[in-house]
């Protein structure tokens, strides 16, 4: 299932009540407007598509094996060893971002 972007033209008051519904049903605005369509469809054709992927961008290999390796020393409640390989890769990739807490008490300790 792939993503297309799609330009809607509306007026900016039609946008804003479209927002301040999404809001209120504490969905995203591009969520909002895909519920709003599901209902429109007929019949269940509805049930037959894909859900929807969920917003954001997708999680980058590098920060799904930190977050792994996180979660696991958080259930063990200490600092697990690494390879020297994974400290590195882990190391570049911490050091180009902003970090949580537990991100930056990795890096300090890679470091």
Known sequence: MGTQRKMISQP???WEQFKAAAEAQGD???G???KQCLKAVNGGAADTLPSRPSPGRPTSPTAAK???YLD???KEKR???LS???????LEYLEKRKLTGKEAQLRRRLS
Do not use: G, H, M, V
């Open 66 to 68: 930190i977050q792994k």
């Open 84 to 90: 020297d390989k994974n400290s590195r890769r882990f």
């Open 12 to 14: 900016s008051e039609y």
């Open 28 to 30: 995203t605005l591009s």
């Open 72 to 74: 696991a020393c958080a």
């Open 79 to 81: 600092w697990l060893p």
């Open 32 to 34: 909002w407007i895909a």
